[in-house]
């Protein structure tokens, strides 16, 4: 009897959510957004806008079955990649093509409904597709010598994975830059030491 209750009680809440329909410039809104965070974050906020600020974080976080905290790591672009796992919960939430939070949705966008019609017959096959390359090109040359190590790789990703590769090489980028830094003070520091001898 409690479950049948239970049951009623979601339908009714589902059948008195009011629908959003994205037009164009909404359209324009998100396809400029540089990241999935950054979508997610518009569309909760337009379903809470149009359901008299319902649609919290907490909310929909209790309802997707996780902590507010990692509703708001996401938002704030804290979660660079969020799992696929994630992203189809607030999808099937929100009632969106889970496509509409990528870059390719944007390349020929189509207004989607949140709160509105099952979107699932919406191709997501792009997602999984590969649809970047990437060429990478490395020489390293001795200053002392004529040794040079080339390194050269090619390989394609899909646009699930291009947020976590680029992320993989701003740190990598990022390691290089902080080992020149530390090891320019290091023999800054040791040139003070031995008297200014140090090359």
Request: hydrophobic share 35%; net charge neutral; proline share 4%.
């Amino acid at each position: 009897m409690c479950y049948i209750k239970d049951i009623e009680r979601r339908v009714l809440i589902v059948q008195k959510r009011k629908s959003y329909k994205t037009n164009e410039t909404d359209l324009k809104v998100l396809a400029a957004m540089k990241s999935v965070n950054e979508r997610i974050e518009w569309i909760r906020k337009k379903a809470s806008e149009v359901n008299n600020g319902h649609y919290t974080v907490s909310k929909v976080a209790n309802d997707i079955g996780v902590g507010p905290s990692v509703l708001t790591k996401l938002e704030s672009g804290f979660t660079k990649n969020p799992n696929l796992d994630l992203l189809q919960n607030l999808s099937n939430y929100f009632n969106v093509p889970i496509i509409a939070f990528f870059d390719e949705y944007y390349v020929s966008p189509f207004p989607f409904t949140i709160f509105g019609l099952n979107h699932s017959g919406l191709d997501v096959g792009p997602l999984f597709r590969e649809a970047y390359q990437i060429d990478l090109s490395c020489t390293i040359s001795s200053l002392n010598s004529e040794y040079t190590d080339a390194l050269q790789e090619s390989f394609q990703i899909t646009p699930l994975e291009y947020e976590e590769v680029k992320e993989e090489f701003e740190y990598f980028l990022y390691k290089l830059r902080t080992r020149k830094q530390r090891w320019a003070s290091m023999l800054k520091a040791m040139d003070k030491l031995s008297g200014g001898n140090t090359q």
